[in-house]
């Protein structure tokens, strides 16, 4: 392709030994990096990652992570800048950054999937660019998702590369239902997606190896100074705010009826996937001092929509002690249950 050839062979980023196997952030954050501070080209690196749940810039987390999941095994939860859907990547997994300077967009995306496909039908791999973003085994499933944003006169296309993954924990870590996870279970999932593995006789390390050669004809290195000045754009990628999300507001009506208890009704208002405002409604009857609806709104306003964060708040709070034979177990159920019927 023509935008192709202009964009590769590119400049490939050498990061010094003490860099390879950080978190995921620190590697969105050398894209910034090199697209605010380094000289006008097309620079190329890749990049391995532990266990990560990665959410598109504009997801609500609650709906697409099982964030206690993550939480329990150690997985890394992260939103990026660019657009798309979240992704889980691993060790198994080889992750892919172009910065390149301003132009049109999607002339660099398509020339980068396209270079990627290309790229991985010459080493064996028989692939083809599907939809808007992936590339998949011809006649099989997606081995490479990718997304793009614009940085102030730069563009930032990212993927990553299924070579091969833990099944189990992507499952655990993309799906908040517990009843789709019953229902769908590995099958389902694996029948989506396709493993390098399974065609290419070597291993990711070789295969970061040969995408270097195929992407790139000259390096730059990065100093220490660099991995300084990265390390402080990668603490932006942590924040609440930037994980959970702020952007926008939704209110959802939880309610049930509880045998002893009666009606519960609540009213969360949701920014991103945190408790912004909650509303408390129903013919139950109240015992505590203080008003029900206040007991809560000090208790949950604030946290993470997260049912091992909101747990630990019940257990504190003591909802029995404020409504009527109302249990933690009960307002759980209330809570999650209604939202996981509203995102089936």
């Not at 992704?87 to 660099?108: C, F, H, K, Q, R």
């Not at 039908?121 to 590339?135: K, L, Y």
Request: proline share 3%; hydrophobic share 35%; net charge negative.
């Amino acid at each position: 392709m023509d935008n192709a050839q202009k964009i590769f062979p590119a400049c490939f980023v050498e990061f010094p030994p003490e860099a390879e196997r950080q978190r995921c952030a620190f590697y969105l954050a050398a894209e910034e990096y090199i697209a605010q501070n380094f000289p006008e080209d097309y620079y190329v690196f890749s990049w391995q990652i532990g266990p990560t749940a990665l959410l598109g810039s504009n997801q609500t987390l609650h709906k697409e992570i099982n964030f206690d999941f993550c939480k329990q095994h150690g997985i890394d939860v992260l939103r990026r800048k660019s657009g798309g859907g979240t992704v889980y990547a691993d060790w198994g997994n080889l992750m892919t950054s172009l910065i390149t300077p301003a132009g049109s967009v999607e002339s660099i995306f398509t020339a980068y999937v396209h270079q990627i496909s290309d790229g991985l039908n010459r080493i064996g791999a028989p692939t083809e660019v599907s939809g808007r973003n992936d590339i998949t085994l011809k006649g099989g499933g997606k081995i490479c998702g990718n997304a793009f944003y614009h940085l102030a006169r730069h563009n930032i296309v990212h993927g990553t590369m299924l070579h091969d993954t833990q099944m189990d924990l992507m499952i655990g870590a993309l799906n908040p239902d517990p009843d789709k996870l019953e229902s769908q279970g590995v099958k389902s999932v694996r029948s989506r997606i396709a493993l390098l593995k399974d065609y290419l006789p070597f291993g990711v390390d070789v295969l970061r190896q040969k995408m270097r050669l195929i992407l790139t004809d000259r390096s730059v290195k990065l100093t220490v100074d660099d991995l300084a000045e990265i390390r402080k754009i990668e603490a932006t990628y942590y924040t609440q705010e930037m994980i959970f999300g702020q952007t926008s507001k939704a209110t959802t009506v939880c309610s049930d009826r509880i045998e002893g208890c009666g009606r519960v009704e609540f009213s969360i208002t949701l920014r991103g996937s945190i408790i912004d405002d909650l509303r408390l409604g129903g013919d139950f009857f109240e015992v505590g001092d203080k008003s029900a609806e206040a007991s809560f709104q000090e208790a949950l306003i604030g946290l993470p929509f997260s049912r091992e964060e909101i747990t630990e708040k019940l257990n504190e709070l003591k909802p029995q002690a404020n409504i009527r034979r109302l249990e933690a177990k009960d307002v759980l159920h209330i809570l999650f249950h209604n939202i996981n019927e509203k995102n089936t």
